[in-house]
Structures are given as C-alpha cells and as structure tokens.
C-alpha cells in the first residue's frame, strides 16, 4: 500500500470513529475524554476513593482539602471513554467547593452536566459518583 493511499484510509477510519461517537455521545463527552485534564495522580492527596464498578471499570478519585474546600480534585480510570468523561467532569465540579457541594452530587447531576449518557453507560456515572463519596467517607473519617 503507498503512503498516500494508507494515509487515505487513516483519514476515512477517524472520519468513521468521528461520525459514530457523535451519534452515541454528546459534545460535552466527547469534549470531556479527548481532553482529559484531570486525569493526573495528586502528589500526597488527603483522600482517595478506589471502586471496581460492576462493569469491571476502576476509578480512583484523588482529593486535595483545605479548610473544607476541595482545592485539587483527579483521577485515574481504566474504563471506557464515558468513564474517563465522567472522572474528568465530576473532579471539575467539585474543584474549588466545599466538601458539603461535592457530597450531594448525584450520578443524575453528573450526567446532566454531560449533556446525557447512552443508557448504557449511565453506570460510569454512578461509579464516578460513588467514588467520589468513597473519598469524602475516608476523609471524614481521619
């Protein structure tokens, strides 16, 4: 094959892989997991939270706090690109707020943020969410 004709069809599968994520996700998911920015260990955070969701996905939240306010907020998956999305949002949310905020974020909060979630996926959220409260639980209890 020449490198023009392979670059071609390099071209025409990421214009497949565009066009099939913008019929299942929205802008916003999409937005979230191709940049990623929370996705980063803490050095020496306060807490963490690490769940295996019942897919078989693994997110870790990671939580720096001061004086009740989440001042740093990442973390770590090796699930799909809606559980990277809803990692990266969910830490977004909550940087800079107090720890009562990010307590009463619910999974359904989370995917409204996202613009929606395929049915199939709304569990990354509830697993991004439960991890979140994993972290807050083990601070609590320090």
């Excluded at 565009?18 to 937005?31: F, L, M, N, T």
């Excluded at 979230?32 to 078989?56: A, L, V």
């Excluded at 989370?110 to 199939?120: A, F, H, I, R, T």
């Excluded at 991890?131 to 320090?142: E, G, I, N, S, V």
Aim: with cysteine.
């Amino acid at each position: 094959m020449e490198k023009d004709s392979f670059d071609e069809l390099i071209d025409r599968l990421q214009k497949k892989i565009d066009d099939d994520e913008a019929r299942i996700y929205s802008k916003r998911v999409i937005q979230e997991y191709r940049n990623p920015i929370n996705f980063r260990p803490i050095e020496k955070p306060d807490s963490i939270g690490e769940i295996k969701g019942s897919c078989g996905d693994t997110m870790r939240i990671m939580l720096s706090i001061q004086e009740s306010v989440i001042k740093d907020a990442a973390f770590w998956t090796d699930g799909c690109g809606a559980s990277i999305a809803c990692g990266n949002k969910l830490t977004s949310m909550i940087k800079g707020k107090k720890l009562d905020y990010a307590k009463n974020i619910s999974n359904v909060d989370l995917v409204e943020s996202l613009d929606g979630l395929p049915k199939e996926n709304e569990h990354c959220a509830v697993l991004a969410t439960d991890t979140l409260r994993k972290a807050l639980k083990k601070y609590y209890k320090r």
